[in-house]
């Protein structure tokens, strides 16, 4: 429950720092020289009966070598979805024999 508070309060203070028609200013920053990032991202829509998981795996330059999604039953919070997604894309990209990947979501 504290977890979930505390994104929510995250999300109150994300929406007042952005700015009109543009929303929050991001830019994908690339991993070091040997390294691969994996992005991952879990979406859980306010009605219906599933949450989407994605993940996307990309080298140095910013060139996708392997992406995935998937719908999975509805969670009870966001961030239980945002932690398969980030479950699922590690079991996938360590299948792999990927071995220096790092990590980024957006929670």
Do not use: H
């Not at 829509?45 to 993940?55: I, K």
């Amino acid at each position: 429950m504290e977890d979930a508070k505390e994104w929510e309060k995250r999300e109150e203070s994300t929406k007042k720092e952005m700015t009109p028609n543009t929303g929050p200013q991001k830019r994908w920053i690339p991993p070091p020289l040997g390294w691969l990032k994996c992005n991952v991202d879990g979406a859980k829509p306010q009605e219906g009966s599933q949450c989407g998981l994605g993940w996307m795996l990309r080298n140095e330059k910013g060139t996708a070598l392997w992406m995935g999604a998937r719908a999975i039953p509805r969670t009870r919070t966001i961030i239980e979805t945002e932690t398969e997604a980030l479950r699922w894309a590690m079991s996938i990209v360590n299948g792999f024999g990927y071995q220096n990947v790092i990590y980024e979501s957006d929670s």
